[in-house]
């Protein structure tokens, strides 16, 4: 016993190295406890990729990816962020369309954007990058039936050029007002090409278009102004209430308050969409929710079938605990690293 506490009294750091290590492997197998395909992508990109006492190494496709834009995008038509060249379509496009009576996929194979259709017209949640504007928003838009000279409020999710790089093509072009937390205007101020400073979203804040009431939330962690959105959706008419959550990536190079932000956002999310009744998750990457495949059942479902993207009040919690015990784990080996 002695030489135990000589041992632990002359390793401290490696004792604290190995408590934080443990406690962030707890919280990681909490999150993947829980995985399916409603959160798999989530749970990827928002967990620590490798867990141990040197682990600053960001996960596949961690924060610095989510925020940049591919090799080769940028301005394109519609605007982006800085100057590049539009990447070939066949390596990005992707179809989308109806989803409920009142909700619209516009996606590409990586990011989604949300047309939300109201009596008054259109509530669009975020753009996807620049290039995507005239093939996945505008056509998209026209493809399902819509007018995108309806799109009368953007809510951007968060200022990184795959959710916001087509907002000042459809600022300009359509007058649609823009919506995004104070903090990230901050952000799209930096950008190349920015849009032109808007309505800064409220914590709680209800924009109502029409028949049609949407809440926002403004839940920093991704980034200090990321907005979640909660959005009443009907299915033939049945009422569903759709929760996204509006930035996700973390990596090691999230900072301790973003991270502890991020994990009481969780948790707030969770109370709100329980007390909503949310039962349906919409994502801003298709991979969080395998939303392509997704999209493809909703196509071909039979009128007796379930609802594809109607997945229970349960699978919402447990989808924002995913997000929530992954910044827990990258917290906790945070705060063992020397
Ligand atoms: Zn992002």
């Known amino acids: 016993m002695r030489t135990n506490y000589v041992i632990l009294s002359l390793l401290p750091l490696a004792s604290v190295l190995a408590q934080s290590v443990d406690t962030g492997t707890a919280h990681k197998a909490a999150a993947t406890a829980l995985l399916n395909s409603n959160n798999t992508g989530a749970a990827r990109l928002a967990c620590p990729a490798t867990i141990g006492p040197v682990s600053t190494a960001n996960p596949p496709g961690g924060a610095g990816r989510a925020g940049g834009a591919p090799a080769g995008a940028g301005a394109a038509k519609g605007g982006g962020r800085g100057p590049g060249a539009v990447p070939a379509k066949e390596s990005w496009y992707a179809e989308g369309g109806q989803v409920f009576d009142n909700l619209y996929l516009l996606t590409t194979q990586v990011n989604s954007a949300w047309a939300v259709k109201t009596s008054e017209g259109i509530i669009l949640i975020d753009t996807l990058f620049g290039y995507a504007a005239q093939d996945a928003i505008v056509d998209g838009l026209k493809n399902a039936g819509l007018n995108p000279a309806d799109i009368k409020y953007i809510i951007v999710s968060h200022a990184h050029g795959d959710h916001d790089g087509a907002v000042k093509f459809l600022q300009d072009t359509y007058k649609a007002r823009v919506i995004m937390g104070p903090k990230d205007w901050e952000l799209a101020a930096r950008e190349a090409d920015p849009p032109r400073h808007d309505i800064e979203a409220t914590d709680g804040q209800k924009l109502t278009l029409g028949d049609t009431t949407v809440t926002i939330y403004i839940t920093p962690g991704h980034t200090a102004g990321t907005l979640s959105v909660l ?80 997945v229970g009040k349960d699978e919402v919690q447990k989808y924002l605990t995913v997000a929530e015990e992954c910044a827990k784990s990258w917290l906790a080996i945070g705060n063992g690293r020397p």
Request: hydrophobic share 30%.
């Open 231 to 310: 959005v009443p959706v009907k299915d033939h008419g049945q009422p569903h209430m759709a929760m996204e959550w509006g930035g996700t990536a973390l990596s090691g190079s999230t900072s301790k308050d973003m991270l502890e932000s991020y994990i009481s956002n969780a948790k707030r999310l969770k109370d709100i969409s329980d007390g909503l009744g949310a039962d349906v998750i919409i994502v801003n990457h298709t991979e969080y929710n395998d939303a392509l495949n997704r999209f493809a059942r909703t196509k071909t479902r039979k009128t007796d079938e379930p609802h594809p993207w109607v």
